[in-house]
């Protein structure tokens, strides 16, 4: 822990931990109350007391009406939604380059793109096999408008994007129209940090692109003065936990007129008529966000950021860092008696440009894969909350797995649909053990966790 600790660039890490514990015992008390070892920070951050505190005083302090009226309480509303709006760009150093569209999620976000991208039969889009099935999903939009689009693989080795590849495919569609690119800054599954510097690079060739921060944000910095995606959706409680039902969709401005909207809605609309069957979008993020927004708890966002800027993202990743480092070394100990490796990573087994989130299965003296869902289902007896399954992600899965498309093939024209189906099907078993580190993970959840996999050494 220490020689980890060591290598973390700056000084103060023994403070910053102090800090940190302090944090958890007033502002996360459930936590160690209910004995929760709680390792799914990439489903979902865990919210502060002070944060709630802050929010409840926001209600009981005024009247709110639905905004977008001239009334009193509208106005109170629509002041506090603007604030929030505003104190979001900032965040992500947007400057005055971005409009942010509240939205319910990362995947409504998502959805507006995939919506609203003038796909066609000259356009193209490229995904990368690691994407979210949020992302990979925008591709049926594709589909069914009649453009073409393809996947950049990843290395079995370390699910790290082929950059040969990647660069051969972005160069190569040249004589396409509206190209969209869209990849994860951080991956959901392995923690692969994937380079920003394929944004300016799909620029050089003439593409826009949809960066997928979810992951990302919750202990990265994303500066938007640096890094200019067309593109870019977050869900707020990934970052700091409450409230749930907001994310955001930034959009580049001189990328805004080109989502085509194909519909309007409340709100969306300067006028729309009847008689006459016309419409007039409004001119600014209001066109995207459909509705009555969710104007009592969009305010709550900006304690969720200031709670963050407090902790200060860069004691956040010093934190992550060590502890992540130090999981990743001591799994990769656990021997069985007969030398055996237990555990197997999938992804980048060291620090080097990752994140918290890590991904493995379990396996017993003689090389057998462990079923996951055993495992969780023991983790769960003792109150360790991991993820197991492929996580809404099936290229990381069918990678690290070596699922071939002409067994995929097979599958598909099968009648088999269910989960249990496909392992049968396939006659391989399927998904892996994820945890994810985050903002109140202590030494002490790693340590539970490695006591839990010496469970299973033989
Ligand atoms: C990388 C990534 N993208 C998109 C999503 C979808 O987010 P949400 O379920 O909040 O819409 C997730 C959720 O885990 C994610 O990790």
């Known amino acids: 822990m220490e020689r980890i600790a060591e290598e973390v660039q700056g000084s103060g890490l023994s ?53 977008h009226s001239t009334n009193p309480t509208s106005l109170r509303s629509t002041e506090f939604v603007e604030k929030a709006r505003r104190e979001v760009l900032e965040h992500f150093n947007a400057g005055d380059d971005y409009y942010c569209v509240f939205t319910a999620n990362a995947t409504q976000a998502l959805k507006i793109v995939g919506e609203s991208y003038p796909f066609d039969h000259k356009s193209h889009f490229l995904l990368l096999f690691d994407n979210h099935n949020s992302v990979n999903g925008i591709r049926e939009y594709a589909r069914r408008k009649g453009a073409t689009f393809e996947y950049c693989p ?64 919750p ?13 870019a959706c977050v869900s707020f409680y990934k970052i700091f936990g409450y409230p ?85 070394q001591e799994l990769q100990r656990l021997n069985h008696r007969n030398g055996k490796p237990l555990v197997h990573i999938f992804g980048p087994a060291t620090n080097d440009r990752r994140g918290s989130t890590v991904i493995m299965n379990l396996f017993d003296h003689e090389g057998n894969k462990i079923d996951v869902g055993m495992i969780e289902q023991k983790a769960n007896e003792k109150r360790i909350s991991v993820r197991t399954g492929c996580f809404c992600n099936p290229g990381i899965d069918e990678i690290n797995n070596c699922i071939t498309s002409e067994e995929l093939s097979l599958f598909y024209s099968s009648k088999g649909y269910t989960h249990y189906d496909r392992i049968h099907f396939l006659g391989k078993m399927r998904g892996a053990i994820r945890i994810s580190l985050g903002l109140m993970t202590n030494h002490s959840d790693c340590e539970k966790y490695l006591e839990f996999c010496k469970g299973f050494l033989s």
């Open 219 to 231: 202990s990265n910095i994303l500066d938007l003065q640096t890094v200019k995606p067309e593109y």
């Open 154 to 217: 990843v290395y079995l080795e370390d699910l790290r994007i082929d950059e040969e590849q990647l660069h051969r495919k972005l160069v190569a569609a040249k004589h396409k129209q509206n190209k969209l690119f869209a990849y994860p800054a951080q991956s959901n599954v392995s923690g692969v940090k994937h380079d920003l510097k394929w944004i300016g690079i799909a620029h050089e060739n003439g593409w826009d692109v949809l960066l997928d921060t979810a992951a990302f944000v």
């Open 244 to 328: 749930t039902g907001i994310g955001a969709l930034l959009i580049r401005k001189n990328a805004f007129e080109k989502l085509d909207k194909p519909w309007f809605a409340g709100g969306t609309v300067s006028y729309a008529s009847v008689t006459m069957p016309e419409f007039f979008l409004t001119d600014n993020q209001e066109r995207f966000e459909e509705g009555t927004v969710n104007y009592l708890s969009i305010p709550a966002v900006r304690y969720g950021l200031e709670w963050i800027n407090k902790i200060g993202m860069e004691n956040i990743q010093k934190k992550l860092s060590v502890l992540t480092g130090y999981l990743l």
């Open 15 to 67: 403070e910053i931990f102090e800090t940190f514990d302090k944090l958890r015992a007033n502002e996360y008390p459930n936590l160690d109350k209910y004995g929760h070892v709680y390792l799914d920070y990439t489903g979902g951050n865990l919210y502060s007391r002070w944060q709630v505190q802050q929010h409840m005083e926001f209600l009981e302090k005024e009247v709110y009406g639905n905004p």
